[in-house]
């Protein structure tokens, strides 16, 4: 994870749908100006010196620059906020462009930054980026006659990277966020934006693909290949009709530099966010109060239902909604009302579309069979809060060196022994920690290939708690005769607990 820190950039793509410009005149493109050619005209002959594009292609994009530019606006901002990278994401958010850090006033570095934004209305709301404007102390939005205005913090989400912008007066060019369109994979896109702070500038490509996750919680990422660069973000990305089909978010960079593949928050979101932060100053989701991972093929073949997908319950709030209903650890959720989910960042958005006190049911997996749970929604604490996690929990890291456990007995390629008060104090564990204790991990053992190493506690194996190596050896043999090729074991670490497929070694 760590090796592709410097590939991903949060500085440009683009996702949103828009209905279309609201313009003097109000007119859309004409069906010329749809095609980029002229209907009446005839095929030029390929030994011409003349150039006519293939069916579907434009001639030129100039029409529709011309008339969506004026919507799309320069933001400058002046903060003392330093490079950082977003919690549990191997996404760096980009340095600021166009000034040099300013160290007087005692009060840190000040720096002067450049992204990009568009106006959804007529009185002044701009849609831009979070990370553009996060920590600003002032702002500036500037129109395309080089016009500089104050502009203010409507309200901003941390989870989608989307934030709105207010500025005083009336009368701007804006475009609307729309669903009901949506290029297909291939089709052309335009983006328009201020890379490297150099003002209104036009890229041309083609959607590359939907549905990308990168790794942000709430967003499947629109990818195109229009050259997206640093001040691109929180730009718009026009169709061929001049709509706004995305709003910049990120790249793909080893450089830092756009390299051709960018990734856009998608209209539907973008468009239902920016509403909640217009009317309330934030969005609201739900939430339920449960920690989650992948349910991956290798956990799958492990609790032998090869073939299945879902998410995994790690962990429960004590409280929460999950907990109330009769969630828990080890559950594997399939649907929620209806809706399959072959992910946690699946499941994540599911239940974060929910409105607070809706009716969320679950189907799980439990003990191999299924089961229906049905969970009232409730708020989800903000990003910052989730990442902080609990009062006094630590992260998965290792941590300081600790004594090691005494010798136990070996299973899957670990020394591991009973969990007793002894080795809760050698260790530092917390009272309520049950388990078994891992004393060390064979080096060239799947286990250790998977991370695991002294002092971690094994908490479960299948669907079985463990206090003694006779329940984890009773788990293994079970598996081996049923043909499953390792067992799912989880693992209590820093205060999180994670669940891992282990290899049985023949």
């Known amino acids: 994870m760590s090796s592709n820190k410097s590939r991903y950039l949060f500085g440009a793509l683009a996702g949103a749908f828009v209905a279309g410009i609201a313009m ?31 069916p579907g292609a434009p001639m030129s994009f100039a029409d529709i620059f011309e008339k969506v530019s004026p919507a799309v606006v320069s933001i400058n901002v002046t903060s003392r906020a330093v490079q950082r990278q977003i919690p549990g994401l191997p996404f760096v958010m980009p340095p600021g462009q166009g000034g040099d850090d300013d160290n007087e006033g005692g009060n840190g570095p000040r720096r002067q930054s450049a992204g990009s934004g568009f106006f959804i209305s007529a009185d002044g709301y701009v849609v831009t980026n979070n990370h553009v404007i996060e920590d600003a102390e002032s702002i500036k939005v500037v ?16 989870g989608t990277d989307i934030a709105v912008l207010k500025v005083k007066g009336t009368g701007y060019t804006f475009v609307n966020f729309e669903n009901s369109a949506r290029p297909r994979v291939g089709d052309w896109v335009l983006t328009v934006g201020n890379p490297y702070n150099l003002g209104g500038t ?54 830092g530099g756009s390299v051709g593949i960018g990734f856009a928050v998608p209209a539907d979101v973008a468009g239902r966010v920016s509403r909640q932060l217009i009317s309330n100053g934030k969005v609201v989701r739900g939430y339920i109060g449960a920690t989650i991972q992948n349910f991956d093929e290798d956990m799958a073949a492990a609790q032998g239902i090869a073939g299945q997908k879902g998410a995994i319950v790690a962990e429960l709030t004590p409280g929460a909604p999950a907990d109330k209903a009769g969630l828990v650890a080890g559950d594997i959720v399939l649907s929620v009302n209806g809706v399959r989910v072959k992910s946690s960042a699946e499941l994540t958005r599911q239940v974060a579309s929910a409105a607070p006190g809706d009716l969320l049911r679950l189907q799980v997996i439990r003990g191999g069979k299924p089961r229906t749970f049905d969970i009232r929604s409730g708020v989800r604490p903000s990003e910052s809060q ?13 941590g300081p060196a600790r004594p090691a456990p ?3 007995q070996a299973i899957l390629g670990m020394m591991v022994s009973p969990l007793d008060d002894a080795g809760r104090r050698r260790a530092g564990l917390p009272a309520d920690v049950r388990g078994l204790i891992i004393g060390g991990v064979e080096r060239n053992s799947d286990a250790a290939s998977k991370g695991l190493q002294a002092n971690d506690v094994i908490m479960r194996a299948g669907d079985r708690t463990l206090a003694m190596p006779s329940d984890l050896a009773a788990v293994v043999d079970q598996a081996r005769k049923a043909g499953r090729p390792s067992v799912l074991v989880a693992i209590w670490r820093g205060g999180r607990t994670i669940f891992l497929p282990v290899k049985i070694a023949d």
């Open 24 to 54: 003097t005149a109000g007119a859309g493109l004409n069906a010329a100006e749809r095609t980029g050619s002229d209907p009446t005209a005839t095929p030029v002959a390929a030994a011409s010196a003349n150039f006519a594009p293939p």
């Open 386 to 398: 989730l990442a902080a996690g609990p009062a006094g929990s630590g992260g998965t890291g290792p």
């Open 143 to 158: 129109l395309k006659d080089e016009t500089e205005l104050e502009a203010t913090v409507v309200g901003r989400d941390e």
């Open 202 to 255: 036009a890229t041309a490509g083609i959607v590359s693909a939907y549905g990308r996750d990168i790794g942000e919680t709430f967003v499947d990422y629109i990818q195109i290949d229009a050259p997206i660069n640093r001040g691109n973000s929180g730009g718009p990305t026009f169709d061929v009709y001049g709509r706004v089909i995305g709003v910049n978010s990120a790249i793909f960079s080893p450089t």
């Open 406 to 408: 005494a010798a136990g």
